[in-house]
């Protein structure tokens, strides 16, 4: 007997356009919102109904950075029938296969991140869906093309959205040369937003209302959708290309350090960095959280080190790697710790929050130097590429250990890479240019500025005139 399921969804504006398209690249660009993914996930899933045994995947740039966005839209608006009657399941992978999702009719959909890419590279597709492509280098999108050669479809495609960011970027010049297809959403795409007549949905409102309330070039990108560059940056040499970087091992040896700022509403930052030994910085690790206190920060700082994914890329040491010699070797309540202690924690000067976190951390902390000016000029230093041609601060692209949904939701940075294209010089009315960054958005932004300050200003000498 044949089973039938229903499932509807009705695409919108070019929403409706993608699934006729045939282009071999095609990217759907637009602002926050818009109905972008839930498209390209219709247009997969269909895909993969019509067409037994066709392989499509799903991609970001870091595999974990899914399991909050796609997948999410995945498992609950768009395979829930089909999961549900066991048409479609869940395989959840091995040492040989990417975690997948098997339909009955023999067409598969792999998950996975190009962090990854060994797992994912080694397989043919015929249809791949990157999520958010601004975050790939355009060496692993084109890498991506290499692998759409299944032929179980009449086309292959690679497809992919974004929202937009600086009109340098090189996926908005690939579009300019006709490359790749690309097709511009809008709000009004997307049903949950705007009814049939126009007009705004309950939720659109909410929804619409947050976008307009943001500023400068999140507004541009996110609420209007134009490729805009970001209007002051202050570390205008960041550049996401070149300092984020994949995640790897570190070495046991390299100096460990962490940064706090305090915050509750706004966000609570602690970041963990390694410095190798020709002094470059490495975030390889951080909390990005609102609405939760100190002593709960507190555990998930001590519980970092032990985490099953942290003991895959730095396995723990064994007793004997201790070379025991009755040094205690434990974290405060009993934890082991699996990576070097930090040589200091370096705090904002929030004396309750310090209190909290040394009682609490087991730890003492030390009162960050917080001169802007030179802080924010040693920071644009390190920034720059050294005398070897490579910058002395860099960001692991997984390193937010978990992301905050209402910031993501508010579209507000939720780590430190986001931060360190929101600082922005506060240039308003009366002000002279350039004179001190703006209080909004900073928080991770600070955190860089309190390590790099800590290493690379030194105190100098006072000098008392009789």
Same mark, same amino acid.
């Given at each position: 007997?044949?089973?039938?399921?229903?499932?509807?969804?009705?695409?919108?504006?070019?929403?409706?356009?993608?699934?006729?398209?045939?282009?071999?690249?095609?990217?759907?660009?637009?602002?926050?919102?818009?109905?972008?993914?839930?498209?390209?996930?219709?247009?997969?899933?269909?895909?993969?109904?019509?067409?037994?045994?066709?392989?499509?995947?799903?991609?970001?740039?870091?595999?974990?950075?899914?399991?909050? &966005?796609?997948?999410?839209?995945? =498992?609950? @608006?768009?395979?829930?029938? %089909?999961? +549900?009657? *066991? !048409? $479609?399941?869940?395989?959840?992978?091995?040492?040989?296969?990417?975690?997948?999702?098997?339909?009955?009719?023999?067409?598969?959909?792999?998950?996975?991140?190009?962090?990854?890419?060994?797992?994912?590279?080694?397989?043919?597709?015929?249809?791949?869906?990157?999520?958010?492509?601004?975050?790939?280098?355009?060496?692993?999108?084109?890498?991506?093309?290499?692998?759409?050669?299944?032929?179980?479809?009449?086309?292959?495609?690679?497809?992919?959205?974004?929202?937009?960011?600086?009109?340098?970027?090189?996926?908005?010049?690939?579009?300019?040369?006709?490359?790749?297809?690309?097709?511009?959403?809008?709000?009004?795409?997307?049903?949950?937003?705007?009814?049939?007549?126009?007009?705004?949905?309950?939720?659109?409102?909410?929804?619409?209302?947050?976008?307009?309330?943001? &500023?400068?070039?999140?507004?541009? =990108?996110? @609420?209007?959708?134009?490729? %805009?560059? +970001?209007? *002051? !940056? $202050?570390?205008?040499?960041?550049?996401?290309?070149?300092?984020?970087?994949?995640?790897?091992?570190?070495?046991?040896?390299?100096?460990?350090?962490?940064?706090?700022?305090?915050?509750?509403?706004?966000?609570?930052?602690?970041?963990?960095?390694?410095?190798?030994?020709?002094?470059?910085?490495?975030?390889?690790?951080?909390?990005?959280?609102?609405?939760?206190?100190?002593?709960?920060?507190?555990?998930?700082?001590?519980?970092?080190?032990?985490?099953?994914?942290?003991?895959?890329?730095?396995?723990?040491?064994?007793?004997?790697?201790?070379?025991?010699?009755?040094?205690?070797?434990?974290?405060?309540?009993?934890?082991?710790?699996?990576?070097?202690?930090?040589?200091?924690?370096?705090?904002?000067?929030?004396?309750?929050?310090?209190?909290?976190?040394?009682?609490?951390?087991?730890?003492?902390?030390?009162?960050?130097?917080?001169?802007?000016?030179?802080?924010?000029?040693?920071?644009?230093?390190?920034?720059?590429?050294?005398?070897?041609?490579?910058?002395?601060?860099?960001?692991?692209?997984?390193?937010?250990?978990?992301?905050?949904?209402?910031?993501?939701?508010?579209?507000?940075?939720?780590?430190?890479?986001?931060?360190?294209?929101?600082?922005?010089?506060?240039?308003?009315?009366?002000?002279?240019?350039?004179?001190?960054?703006?209080?909004?958005?900073?928080?991770?932004?600070?955190?860089?500025?309190?390590?790099?300050?800590?290493?690379?200003?030194?105190?100098?000498?006072?000098?008392?005139?009789?």
């Amino acid at each position: 007997m044949t089973q039938t399921l229903t499932h509807s969804y009705t695409p919108r504006g070019v929403l409706k356009d993608l699934f006729s398209c045939r282009a071999g690249e095609v990217l759907v660009a637009g602002p926050a919102g818009t109905g972008k993914s839930m498209a390209c996930l219709q247009k997969l899933h269909m895909a993969a109904l019509v067409n037994p045994g066709m392989r499509g995947l799903i991609v970001r740039k870091t595999l974990a950075s899914l399991g909050s &966005t796609a997948l999410v839209t995945w =498992r609950t @608006r768009v395979v829930a029938e %089909a999961l +549900a009657s *066991g !048409m $479609v399941q869940f395989y959840g992978g091995s040492p040989q296969e990417s975690p997948q999702y098997r339909y009955a009719n023999g067409s598969v959909i792999v998950v996975g991140g190009m962090d990854k890419a060994i797992r994912i590279m080694s397989s043919e597709y015929d249809l791949v869906y990157v999520q958010e492509a601004t975050e790939l280098l355009e060496d692993d999108w084109e890498s991506l093309t290499t692998r759409l050669r299944h032929g179980k479809m009449t086309f292959q495609q690679l497809m992919a959205d974004c929202n937009p960011a600086q009109p340098t970027h090189w996926l908005k010049a690939r579009g300019d040369k006709g490359v790749t297809t690309v097709l511009e959403s809008r709000h009004e795409d997307n049903p949950t937003l705007y009814a049939d007549d126009g007009s705004l949905t309950d939720v659109g409102a909410s929804y619409i209302g947050k976008l307009d309330a943001l &500023t400068g070039v999140r507004y541009l =990108r996110l @609420r209007k959708g134009v490729w %805009a560059a +970001a209007d *002051g !940056m $202050v570390f205008e040499e960041y550049d996401p290309f070149v300092h984020l970087v994949d995640r790897f091992r570190i070495p046991d040896d390299w100096t460990r350090w962490w940064t706090v700022d305090f915050g509750y509403v706004h966000p609570f930052v602690a970041q963990q960095w390694a410095e190798d030994p020709d002094g470059r910085l490495y975030l390889y690790r951080e909390i990005y959280r609102t609405k939760r206190t100190v002593d709960q920060h507190c555990v998930d700082l001590l519980s970092f080190g032990d985490t099953k994914e942290m003991r895959k890329v730095n396995p723990p040491p064994t007793r004997r790697d201790y070379k025991y010699t009755g040094e205690k070797k434990y974290a405060w309540q009993g934890r082991l710790w699996n990576e070097p202690k930090p040589r200091a924690i370096i705090c904002d000067h929030d004396a309750e929050g310090r209190a909290v976190l040394e009682r609490e951390l087991g730890m003492s902390t030390v009162a960050a130097k917080k001169t802007v000016t030179d802080g924010i000029q040693a920071v644009q230093a390190r920034l720059r590429p050294a005398g070897d041609g490579k910058p002395r601060i860099f960001i692991m692209r997984d390193a937010v250990a978990q992301v905050d949904e209402e910031l993501a939701d508010a579209k507000k940075p939720t780590c430190t890479a986001d931060s360190m294209l929101s600082y922005v010089w506060d240039t308003g009315i009366g002000k002279r240019p350039k004179e001190l960054p703006l209080k909004i958005d900073d928080d991770g932004a600070d955190c860089v500025r309190y390590i790099v300050a800590h290493l690379d200003l030194k105190s100098r000498a006072r000098i008392r005139w009789l």
